[in-house]
């Protein structure tokens, strides 16, 4: 027998146990393996009953996602579940740990599920832009109510063992040995009870239930073709044979496999995966201890990440200059817990604990025993330099000096110190207790286990840590600052703030340049520009972002930016004024506005990102292009279903995004458009950013 599909027979029972690490996963071998027990356990008259079981910490987490869109070899999961159903002898699938996706299809196909406690059971398909291929999406409202079913399948939510039982979808929930406890079920012979034979459990008319979950999904998945046809499919199980529903699951499957969508969703699924390994730092480099941390500056960033280590248990010191700005920081604290806990996503309890690991203080020598000590001070060179040079005095030898900065050079900041293989770059992205993204900015002479420790750190604070080398900007903002030169460029010609970001957001950006300024605050990106004049004084950008700023318009936290707010309102209202004051000002600097397409604004910024994160790649900020991509999909709002900059642009063909971008320079502001040189080499040789 297979080592895969470990095959035993105890007392009458066969126990075919999956031993294909880490998750299971229902690779070639594996499926071969299932099907050759499968058939042996029905052919041996000895057994009566078969129970399938997980090695390991879980049942199965699923296909091999490197297999879809490559041709399948035999057998297929389809085609274990074939035998599953021709069994005449019970099938008892025994859960630990989570059956997820195929894995839960290999379970549905049994004729019973026990469960242990913590067992979590779910369809996540639809996470990867597909549906459940092989039978899940007519098997699962076969047992379990139509609603509950597509909320599993629409979401690719995973519920629990309990929840599981309550819904039917599971016959016990084993507090004791699982192994055990199948073999005594499956030894009380009960009765072969295949789920195909069910019919759907949906009451009422069907017509009209379909109608209303048609129209729910729809508003819910923009951009994502999987959840209507997973409806789609539902709707086939409750109004058709097994068999006929079956086949519509089939070519739905095939056709999301090969979705544009689909590609995108599961390139960043690897691309996650891909972030953390870095080429020079062995995996099991020695990692510093972080029992304690402390964060600099109580402002929205600063409260952010001392919430980020109150969320993850680690005690933090909240430091500010003045008594004021630390009970400030901590009342905004207390106030997005309790928000919160008012949504019901937070108990009162928890929120106590998690305050009671915030230690406020304005007194920066409290900071002398921290693990980690994170600066998020003014953006402002000479200000991060002196705070630093304090710090160097401090804090205990062996911790972690960090700088929360956006743009500024990492190396200069250590070298205010005289431990600058101490320092690194944690740039968070604000909400930094909501955002994902973790910029973990390498200095020139950062260790490599402080490295190794900042990234180790960013899991256990929920993040996702993504590797850059110092440059103005590092990955994102570096990026940022082409697209909304572009922004600012069309303005100019003839655009709208409202057009433009319409015209993004349309095409899959949560939020356009200007409302996202408007959020962050203009005066951010002000104060950046008049660093960069200085030190760039060839820079050429829009100077009308400027004239917003010089009136007070920093954006929703003044009332009003490229947008009007109405009060206790974030949402932004076009602006006469804003639009009079452009008009004036392409008077003044002698542009003749024209009418720009939807299409030309976001083949302008989104190639104008691609181009520059080229550029980023060839010169080693990033690892990988598909580190690039991560920084967009979880930091910037990129839309997952696109995949990221570099993705997107291999998607389109880099021989066509250059021919797009030797075409802008012809148009306003030309010269800006620069071919990266790695762009202009990948697109002759016809390859890809990715691989």
Same mark, same amino acid.
């Given at each position: 027998m297979s080592d895969v599909a470990q095959y035993t027979v105890r007392d009458g029972v066969a126990v075919i146990t999956m031993n294909n690490p880490p998750v299971n996963g229902l690779g070639n071998a594996l499926r071969a393996g299932l099907m050759e027990g499968l058939k042996k356990a029905e052919s041996d008259p000895a057994v009566k009953g078969v129970v399938l079981i997980g090695a390991g910490k879980a049942f199965s987490g699923g296909a091999d996602i490197r297999e879809f869109g490559k041709p399948r070899e035999k057998p297929d999961l389809f085609e274990v579940n074939d035998q599953q159903d021709a069994m005449k002898k019970p099938l008892i699938a025994a859960i630990s740990g989570f059956a997820l996706g195929g894995g839960l299809e290999l379970a549905l196909g049994c004729h019973y599920r026990l469960a242990e406690p913590k067992a979590q059971l779910g369809l996540p398909e639809v996470k990867l832009g597909i549906l459940p291929g092989s039978g899940g999406t007519q098997r699962l409202p076969r047992i379990v109510p139509m609603a509950e079913a597509l909320r599993m399948m629409t979401t690719g939510t995973p519920i629990s063992a309990q929840r599981a039982k309550d819904l039917g979808l599971v016959d016990e929930v084993v507090s004791g040995d699982l192994l055990q406890a199948a073999l005594q079920f499956a030894q009380r012979k009960p009765p072969v009870r295949r789920i195909r034979e069910m019919p759907a459990k949906l009451e009422g008319d069907v017509e009209a239930f379909f109608a209303k979950a048609r129209d729910q999904v729809a508003a819910e998945s923009r951009g994502y073709p999987a959840p209507l046809e997973i409806v789609a499919c539902a709707a086939a199980a409750a109004s058709l044979p097994f068999d006929e529903g079956r086949k519509i699951e089939r070519e739905r499957?095939?056709?999301?496999?090969?979705?544009?969508?689909?590609? $995108?969703?599961?390139?960043?699924?690897? !691309?996650?995966?891909?972030?953390?390994?870095?080429?020079?730092?062995?995996?099991?480099? /020695?990692?510093?201890?972080?029992?304690? !941390?402390?964060?600099?500056?109580?402002?929205?960033?600063?409260?952010?990440?001392?919430?980020?280590?109150?969320?993850?248990?680690?005690?933090?010191?909240?430091?500010?200059?003045?008594?004021?700005?630390?009970?400030?920081?901590? /009342?905004?604290?207390?106030?997005?817990? !309790?928000?919160?806990?008012?949504?019901?996503?937070?108990?009162?309890?928890?929120?106590?604990?998690?305050? $009671?690991?915030?230690?406020?203080? +304005?007194?920066?020598?409290?900071?002398?025993? !921290?693990?980690?000590v994170i600066e998020a001070a003014f953006e402002r060179m000479d200000v991060k330099q002196e705070l630093f040079k304090k710090l160097d005095g401090i804090v205990q030898q062996g911790a972690i000096l960090a700088t929360n900065t956006s743009t500024l050079d990492v190396d200069k900041i250590a070298a205010a110190t005289t431990r600058p293989e101490d320092v690194i770059g944690t740039h968070f992205f604000s909400p930094a207790n909501v955002m994902r993204l973790l910029e973990v900015v390498r200095g020139k002479k950062t260790a490599k286990d402080v490295l190794a420790t900042t990234m180790k750190l960013g899991k256990t604070l929920k993040k996702l840590p993504v590797i850059s080398g110092v440059c103005d900007g590092f990955i994102g903002n570096r990026m940022l600052e082409k697209y909304v030169q572009q922004s600012l460029f069309l303005l100019e010609e003839g655009a709208t703030p409202a057009q433009i970001d319409g015209a993004l957001q349309r095409w899959g950006m949560a939020m356009g340049p200007f409302a996202m300024y408007d959020m962050a605050g203009n005066d951010i990106g002000w104060e950046i520009r008049k660093r960069r004049a200085k030190e760039r004084p060839d820079m050429v950008y829009s100077k009308f972002a400027d004239r917003i700023c010089e009136k007070g318009w920093f954006g929703q936290k003044s009332g009003r930016g490229w947008y009007r707010y109405e009060k206790g309102s974030r949402k932004p209202v076009p602006d006469p004024e804003v639009e009079k004051l452009l008009e004036n000002y392409r008077k003044e600097i002698k542009i003749t506005p024209r009418k720009i397409a939807d299409d030309e604004i976001v083949?302008?910024?989104?190639?104008? @990102?691609?181009?520059?994160?080229?550029?980023?790649?060839?010169?080693?900020? $990033?690892?990988?292009? +598909?580190?690039?991509?991560?920084?967009?999909?979880?930091?910037?709002?990129?839309?997952?279903?696109?995949?990221?900059?570099?993705?997107?642009?291999?998607?389109?063909?880099?021989?066509?995004? @250059? +021919?797009?971008?030797?075409?802008?320079?012809?148009?306003? /502001?030309? +010269?800006?458009?620069?071919?990266?040189?790695?762009?202009?080499?990948?697109?002759?040789?016809?390859?890809?950013?990715?691989g």
């Open positions: 499957f095939a056709r999301l496999v090969a979705s544009a969508e689909s590609k $995108a969703l599961r390139h960043m699924f690897f !691309a996650e995966r891909q972030t953390s390994k870095i080429p020079d730092v062995p995996e099991d480099t /020695q990692v510093r201890p972080i029992r304690k !941390a402390a964060v600099i500056g109580a402002g929205t960033m600063g409260g952010g990440i001392a919430m980020c280590f109150a969320n993850a248990g680690i005690p933090v010191t909240l430091i500010d200059m003045t008594q004021e700005a630390v009970d400030k920081g901590m /009342q905004r604290i207390k106030g997005n817990y !309790a928000a919160t806990v008012e949504k019901g996503r937070l108990t009162a309890a928890d929120m106590d604990r998690r305050m $009671a690991l915030i230690n406020g203080n +304005s007194n920066l020598g409290k900071v002398a025993d !921290a693990d980690i083949e302008r910024c989104i190639y104008a @990102l691609a181009n520059e994160g080229a550029r980023i790649l060839d010169e080693g900020i $990033a690892l990988r292009a +598909s580190d690039i991509d991560m920084v967009y999909l979880t930091g910037y709002g990129f839309p997952p279903y696109r995949g990221g900059p570099m993705f997107y642009a291999d998607q389109v063909g880099l021989d066509k995004v @250059l +021919s797009s971008i030797k075409r802008f320079q012809d148009g306003y /502001q030309g +010269s800006q458009w620069q071919p990266a040189p790695l762009l202009a080499k990948l697109a002759k040789e016809g390859r890809r950013f990715n």
